[in-house]
């Protein structure tokens, strides 16, 4: 099966993990599902003396397709994250040119509706707010405004291109945010898979691991195959 039928197949079932049964990984992901990988192929001449001292063949067998899980659950958090610093970056380069937009609209209105005092407390009222959220309403506030009172503005020289830009830009900016929040929210939602899924293999990378060194502790030749060669080497100096 391909990374993507192993993450359909045993995603529904790490989603019965409690939180507090989520393990997140200790040693670099593609080191660790590296080595899953290489501990299914190790353990296959040993099978018959591992199962034989009590090892439960299921973990064997779901090594490579829990690791293929796994290995595409990563995959997708990491689409996920980038997807996201994109969208963040675009939008701190387009926040501020929608803010200096959105402040030259009210200085326009301001002048063009002078003479409008109910007109000019629609436009304070539309000033009030400094968040992100504000600016993005405001843009359409103002567009509606003007096409609502379309005279004043033609008279200093304004055109109707100027709602519809701001009507347009307000939808861009939204959307722009909206994609930003939303897939930071998708990103911790796709990792909580990842360690869902890490949790799955790692429990039969421990119990084979387990068992292997239970039956091989005289047997050094079989035994160094049943510990980890990262941690050996990186960790256990």
Same mark, same amino acid.
């Given at each position: 099966?391909?990374?993507?039928?192993?993450?359909?197949?045993?995603?529904?079932?790490?989603?019965?993990?409690?939180?507090?049964?989520?393990?997140?990984?200790?040693?670099?992901?593609?080191?660790?599902?590296?080595?899953?990988?290489?501990?299914?192929?190790?353990?296959?001449?040993?099978?018959?003396?591992?199962?034989?001292?009590?090892?439960?063949?299921?973990?064997?067998?779901?090594?490579?397709?829990?690791?293929?899980?796994?290995?595409?659950?990563? $995959?997708?958090? *990491?689409?996920?994250?980038? +997807? /996201?610093?994109?969208? !963040? @970056?675009?939008?701190?380069? =387009?926040?501020?040119?929608?803010?200096?937009?959105?402040?030259?609209?009210?200085?326009?209105?301001?002048?063009?509706?002078?003479?409008?005092?109910?007109?000019?407390?629609?436009?304070?009222?539309?000033?009030?707010?400094?968040?992100?959220?504000?600016?993005?309403?405001?843009?359409?506030?103002?567009?509606?405004?003007?096409?609502?009172?379309?005279?004043?503005?033609?008279?200093?020289?304004?055109?109707?291109?100027?709602?519809?830009?701001?009507?347009?830009? $307000?939808?861009? *900016?939204?959307?722009?945010? +909206? /994609?930003?929040?939303? !897939? @930071?929210?998708?990103?911790? =939602?796709?990792?909580?898979?990842?360690?869902?899924?890490?949790?799955?293999?790692?429990?039969?990378?421990?119990?084979?691991?387990?068992?292997?060194?239970?039956?091989?502790?005289?047997?050094?030749?079989?035994?160094?195959?049943?510990?980890?060669?990262?941690?050996?080497?990186?960790?256990?100096?």
């Amino acid at each position: 099966m391909s990374n993507s039928d192993d993450y359909a197949l045993k995603l529904p079932l790490a989603m019965q993990l409690k939180p507090d049964e989520i393990k997140t990984p200790y040693i670099p992901v593609g080191v660790y599902l590296q080595e899953a990988e290489d501990l299914y192929h190790w353990c296959q001449p040993d099978r018959e003396k591992l199962l034989a001292a009590g090892l439960d063949e299921t973990f064997v067998n779901d090594l490579p397709v829990l690791a293929g899980a796994t290995r595409e659950a990563q $995959s997708i958090w *990491m689409k996920n994250a980038q +997807a /996201r610093q994109d969208a !963040e @970056k675009a939008w701190a380069e =387009e926040a501020p040119k929608a803010i200096d937009f959105r402040d030259q609209m009210l200085h326009t209105f301001r002048y063009a509706y002078r003479q409008m005092p109910d007109v000019l407390t629609r436009i304070a009222e539309i000033s009030e707010g400094t968040s992100h959220a504000d600016m993005i309403q405001d843009l359409n506030d103002l567009a509606v405004l003007g096409r609502e009172n379309p005279e004043p503005l033609t008279t200093i020289g304004q055109t109707a291109d100027l709602f519809t830009q701001a009507a347009t830009l $307000s939808d861009e *900016m939204a959307d722009l945010r +909206a /994609r930003a929040n939303g !897939e @930071k929210f998708d990103e911790n =939602e796709h990792k909580q898979n990842r360690d869902r899924l890490y949790t799955l293999l790692k429990t039969a990378v421990d119990e084979v691991r387990q068992c292997g060194k239970f039956v091989f502790w005289r047997q050094p030749d079989r035994l160094r195959g049943y510990n980890s060669k990262y941690i050996r080497q990186n960790i256990n100096k």
